[in-house]
């Protein structure tokens, strides 16, 4: 069975400029999490997905950051403009039902 | 006030050595708690997943304890390999202001030969 597809792995922008991230979540999972990364910290929680609807999205900084779920699948969070502080790793991560998480490999984006 | 927190930061043993993590929390009421294990690079791998009834789990040489009353968990590592050198993050699911999953900041662990 194939994991989380994250893509791409990595990303480096300069900082104004717009950035995209993509996510496959494992086949049947309904919920699908959007999480931050900072080095030497755990994951913090974005956005949370059940399906196509967002029902937990209130650490999104929703002045630059957007994300969406078209067809309850796959998923893109954007950045726009992205600034020095964004920088940092991306995760997503899949789950069924609210239980157990499956983590994706992550996107590492680096803003200049 | 963070809900979940992990000791030591970090931490260096020797290869064939055991060590113990600590997680400590206060997410109440609790419903679960999980140790995932995070190579340099990659996304989180679930080790162990303890409910409220349980006291202790083990995955092969990682064994999980958990001691609802005192809100305390630890993770054993017996007889450390190199590749046991990665983040290992504690996680608190609970129904804290609605079902929250609450990560620690995890421990660095690095074995050395």
């Known amino acids: 069975e194939a994991g989380v597809v994250q893509s791409p792995r990595y990303k480096i922008i300069e900082k104004k400029q717009p950035v995209a991230f993509w996510c496959n979540p494992i086949?049947?999972?309904?919920?699908l999490y959007w999480y931050r990364q900072n080095l030497g910290q755990g994951p913090e929680l974005l956005i949370r997905?059940?399906?196509?609807?967002?029902?937990?999205d209130s650490q999104l900084p929703k002045d630059r950051f957007s994300a969406e779920r078209l067809k309850g699948v796959d998923s893109t969070l954007k950045i726009q403009p992205a600034e020095l502080g964004d920088s940092a790793v991306y995760l997503c991560?899949?789950?069924?039902?609210?239980?157990?998480?499956?983590f994706g490999p992550g996107t590492r984006l680096t803003v200049l | 006030k963070n809900q979940v927190e992990q000791s030591p930061q970090s931490l260096i043993i020797l290869e064939g050595k055991n060590c113990t993590l600590q997680?400590?929390?206060?997410?109440?009421?609790?419903?679960?708690l999980r140790w995932y294990k995070q190579d340099t690079g990659r996304g989180p791998v679930s080790l162990t997943i303890?409910?409220?009834?349980?006291n202790t789990k083990s995955n092969g040489r990682y064994t999980a304890t958990l001691d609802a009353d005192t809100k305390q968990s630890s993770l054993h590592i017996t007889a450390s390999q190199l590749s046991d050198s990665a983040s290992y993050i504690c996680?608190?699911?609970?129904?804290?202001?609605?079902?929250?999953?609450?990560f620690g900041a995890g421990t660095r662990l690095f074995v050395k030969a």
């Open positions: 991560a899949s789950s069924p039902a609210n239980n157990e998480q499956f």
């Open positions: 086949s049947g999972h309904n919920t």
């Open positions: 997905y059940e399906n196509e609807e967002a029902v937990d």
């Open positions: 997680c400590n929390y206060t997410v109440s009421p609790f419903s679960n």
């Open positions: 303890m409910t409220f009834s349980e």
């Open positions: 996680v608190v699911s609970g129904r804290t202001g609605g079902f929250k999953t609450i």
